[in-house]
Each structure stands twice: as C-alpha cells, then as structure tokens.
C-alpha cells in the first residue's frame, strides 16, 4: 500500500495489500553455475517505491554474470507502525521495523532458494538507494542479518546522525507517536485500527514512518553498532551525488531574506555555525546554499560517516564514489536542470539508458557500462576493479580517496569537505562525545 508514484518516464505502479514478492534475472544457462547475487531494496522514503519498475529490472547486470533478485517490503504505517500493544502481543517485546522484518524474511528466502536459480547464496550483495541504502546500512548493523549477505552497496542513504537529534526512533516514543496516529484515524485500539481499510495507511502519518530502536530487530543505532564494531562486517561500496537535492527541493523562490527562516520551517532551528557553513548573502548564493545543506544534511555526512566507521571498526574495504555525471533529462520537463541529483545514477547502475529516449551521448554509455560493471566486479569479488576500468582505490580513514564517477571516471577527495567537517563538529557536540575512531 502506497501513494503512487514513479521514476522519470515511468507509470505508477501497481498497488495492493498482496505485495511481499520479489523477481529474479538471471543469465541464460545458468542454472549449473554458483553465480554472485545482487538483492536490490527499492528507496522511496519507506513510503512509497515498486520492486517491478523498470528501470530496476536485471536484466543487463544479469548478463555480466550475476543473478539479480529485487524485492518488496511493507511501506508506510503498514511497514513501521509502533504501538504499545503490539509490542505486548509481540514475543520479542518490540514493534514497528515491520518493512525490515520483510527485507530480512527476502534474504533468508534467497538463502535457501537462490541456488535453484545458479545463484550462490555465500555471495550476497544487498544494494539499496536512498532509503533502500539506509535499509542497507540498517541490515549490517541488525543481528538478525548476520551471515545473509557478504557485500552491501549503499547508494545516496544510511542512518548514522546522532538519533539524540530524533527522541522518535526510541521504541518507546515510536509507540507514543503510533498511539497519536492511531487516535487520528478515530481507531485508537489495535482492534479498531485493524478495520481500517489499507488505503488510509499510506504516507509518511506525520512522521511516524521511519525505523525503530528496539530489542529485535534493530537493539543498537547503526552509528552505535559500527563504533562498537559490532556491524556485520562485509565488503562495502557507498557513495552519493553532487547535485542530490536539486530532484528534491525547488529553489528558484529561494532568497537571502528568507534564508535562516526557510532552514528553519523545513529543519527546526540548526545551530549557528551550520548556517554560516553555508554563505548566502545574495539570493544566487541563498539557492546554492540551501542545495548544498539539503545535500550534506540528507546524505552527504551520512555517506562519509558510514566510510570512516567502516574504514575504522570493520576489517573489509570500502569503496566510497560520489556519482558526477548529468543524464540529459529533457528539456522543459519537471527534470530539466536537475543535472547530478538524487537517483541519477541508477540509468547508469541497471545500464539502462534505452529506457527513456533522451540524447545520451557515447560519454553516456561508456559510463554506464563502466558503473554496471564496477558493481557487477564488487558483487563477485567485493572488489569493482576489473581488466579495461580505470582503477578504483580503497577508502581509507588516511587517504580518504573517492572515485569521482563521470565522463571521464577520476579519484579525488570526499565532496565538499569543508562543510561536512562543520556537521561533524555539530553532531560531535550533539553526541557528546568525539566521532568513532581507532
């Protein structure tokens, strides 16, 4: 269940309560083989998304040698709903995480199953964008996905803020949150509330959608888990893109006057020294301003958090990208001039450019076979690199590379540094203590 919605050049999908399926692509002729395996977790803010859309489709991974599964999981209050009483009528004591409950209950299915289809199930990739890779990093930091998955890629999402920031991801203030929803719908009992029709149960309910720490599925945050160096420790590759908040807020209003106010009406009051970060004395800078906290806010910490706690606490590699390339969307459509932005990549992940009838250029699809096959490489190995791509060097906490993926492919520093050094600062004082390290 779903409000629809649907990529650039695409219908919405289909939506119904029977929803838990998923779709396998493999090679043809493979069933005699142990091939890699790419599970893929939709994004859509765990509210909306489709396992079945095309551009998700494995088909031309599938014939770079992997099988690729792409699953559904419950979205919305129907995914993530807390309550006291379900938790009560819960054997492990917990509620809410019910969409990470059906992403989990997929890996296990591919467990038993995937070699039928020449898959290996002890070469597992989950991969995910946005919340999909928020979905990820939660699965390296949940006990319940231990040993599911040997690689994860987590593209433009994880969860690694201080939640002092967000009191709601506790379990008990999630149920506290359910319990005001619940009454919103005039079904204050769980009873009552299981005859409402699924239809009401769509959208983000004021918030309430996101995941839960609790006892089960989730006892530690993922920042706490990796700190620890209690993460399941796979094989990483991560990344974000420069220009992610261009497809997600509209700036062209957007003045210096207006500036702090608007910061905090979308974000509550941020600390001075974020503001300041962020120059926008003149209406041109306002705009540049706001698409570059709404970047770093959303994913661009994130991502380099996951990094330096993986590079720090975990004994596997990671690969850290920032995607650069500006797919040709049309000109005079919603897209145009959205250039490097949230979800850009993924034409260049499935090698799908012939979807959509844009004017791609052969700078196009070199890259998009050179990101399809970075990520087919690290699925079979935990490595991207491979004969004719040019080389990908590990992250590390003391070189901190990054591959800067456009036409052509380069390696560079972490993206806008300076001010991710400002949030670290920030989040460090929030937290209490300084970032993770050893």
């Not at 859309?53 to 494995?58: A, I, K, R, S, V």
């Not at 920031?165 to 919103?184: I, Q, T, V």
């Not at 620890?228 to 991560?238: F, R, T």
Request: contains cysteine.
């Amino acid at each position: 269940m779903q409000t629809g919605v649907s990529m650039p050049g695409e219908t919405p999908p289909a939506v119904s309560e029977d929803c838990l399926y998923l779709n396998i692509w493999m090679p043809a002729k493979s069933l005699q083989k142990r091939l890699p395996v790419i599970v893929w977790i939709y994004g859509g803010g765990l509210i909306n998304g489709s396992a079945s859309m095309p551009l998700y489709w494995g088909d031309q991974l599938a014939q770079k040698g992997v099988i690729v599964v792409t699953i559904a999981y419950r979205l919305g209050p129907l995914g993530f709903l807390a309550l006291p009483e379900l938790t009560r009528e819960s054997a492990h004591h917990s509620s809410g995480n019910y969409g990470l409950m059906d992403q989990i209950a997929a890996l296990k299915w591919v467990q038993k199953n995937i070699a039928a289809f020449g898959g290996d199930p002890h070469c597992v990739t989950i991969a995910g964008q946005s919340s999909g890779a928020i979905s990820v990093s939660i699965l390296m930091a949940s006990p319940l996905a231990k040993g599911l998955f040997q690689r994860a890629i987590g593209e433009s999402g994880g969860l690694f803020e201080p939640l002092q920031l967000g009191p709601k991801f506790m379990l008990a203030n999630a149920e506290r949150d359910g319990e005001k929803y619940a009454a919103s719908l005039g079904a204050p009992t769980l009873k009552e509330l299981r005859r409402v029709p699924a239809s009401k149960l769509t959208g983000d309910a004021g918030g309430l959608v996101h995941a839960v720490i609790e006892p089960y599925v989730l006892p530690l945050s993922p920042y706490d888990a990796f700190s620890a160096g209690q993460q399941n420790d796979v094989a990483l590759l991560i990344g974000s893109n420069a220009e992610e908040a261009r497809a997600l807020v509209d700036v062209t209003r957007q003045t210096a006057a207006t500036f702090d106010s608007d910061i905090a009406q979308s974000f509550g009051a941020l600390p001075p020294p974020l503001l300041a970060a962020y120059p926008h004395a003149t209406d041109e800078e306002a705009r540049q301003a706001r698409l570059g906290l709404e970047r770093d806010l959303r994913f661009g910490w994130d991502m380099w958090a996951w990094a330096r706690l993986q590079a720090a606490t975990g004994k596997h590699p990671v690969y850290y990208y920032s995607f650069q390339q500006q797919p040709p969307f049309p000109p005079g459509s919603v897209y145009a001039g959205w250039g490097a932005s949230h979800f850009a990549e993924l034409w260049y992940v499935f090698d799908h450019l012939d979807q959509c009838p844009w004017k791609w250029t052969p700078g196009d699809r070199r890259l998009a076979d050179e990101i399809s096959s970075y990520w087919v490489n690290f699925a079979k190995s935990g490595d991207p690199n491979g004969l004719g791509l040019p080389p990908w060097p590990a992250f590390t906490n003391a070189a901190s590379d990054v591959q800067y993926l456009g036409d052509p492919i380069t390696a560079g520093e972490v993206p806008a540094i300076k001010s991710l050094t400002v949030f670290d600062a920030v989040y460090t004082m929030v937290r209490g203590k300084p970032f993770a390290r050893r």
